[in-house]
């Protein structure tokens, strides 16, 4: 709140996408008929039952699948494939395991061509930023989960891309891990403006961070509904003795309950 609006607006317009039948199983249906406006520097979190169709939303705005129907517009471009203003941060971390932090955070400046020292300056400053300082050359095997997503998340912020996608990234970390990761990426943010869409199951997950939550259908994956979040920013570290917080998660899960196959 009270920050300047300058990032990006993404549009998607009537998407629909079908993954076409393989070896005898049925066709699915993952989205139809989506339309969703996602407002500059937004932080929009998209909430629904597994196999709704989150995923590929999110790929749709990444441009790594193909619409049956519809379009993906930011700034009034059409999406045709990814491009350097996006940037995706995995659910499974999906580091390099041959390479220590210091290249895997430095992967995507590398494939742009930048300098080996330029990029190595780079990425030292952004693990410290994520709070792995020290960390610069492990390998990810010798590193946990939550520091492993600390990787992958100073990755994508390293190609300092105007939009942020995220993938349940920290769904595979415990309840503690996961509450550091969620406050920490919270700052981060702070001083960085960026456009962010937030894939999660968990409705608590998704009150903390947004600004909007964007409920979906189970298959075909559609907009049930779009909850204003309101709570203030920054987010109070007692976030949840606010009652717009147990008001909110109250709603989400009606919603979710009613949607129960
Ligand atoms: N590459 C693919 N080929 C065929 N079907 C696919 C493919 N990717 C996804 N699907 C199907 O499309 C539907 C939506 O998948 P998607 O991964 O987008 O859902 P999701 O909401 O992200 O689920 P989850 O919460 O479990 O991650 C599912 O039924 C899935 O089986
Ligand atoms: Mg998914």
Redesign the pocket.
Known sequence: MGRQRGGPVIELRNCSKR??S?LGQAA?D??EGVDLTIRPEEFVCLL????????????AIAGLVSLDEGEVYIDGDLVTGPGPDRAMVF?DFALLPWADVVTNVAFGLELRGVPKATREKKAFELVQAVGLAGFDHHFPRQLSGGMQQRVGLARALAVDPQILLM??PFGALDALTRRLLQEDLLTLLDRRRKTVVF?T?SMDEAVRLGDRVVL?TP?P?QVRDIVEVGLPRPRPPDLEKHPRFAELLEYLWQQLREMRP
Do not use: F, I, W
């Open positions: 993954y076409p393989q699915v993952a989205l629904g039952p597994s196999g709704c169709g989150k995923t590929t939303l999110l790929k659910q993938d349940e894939v199951h979906m298959r994956g």
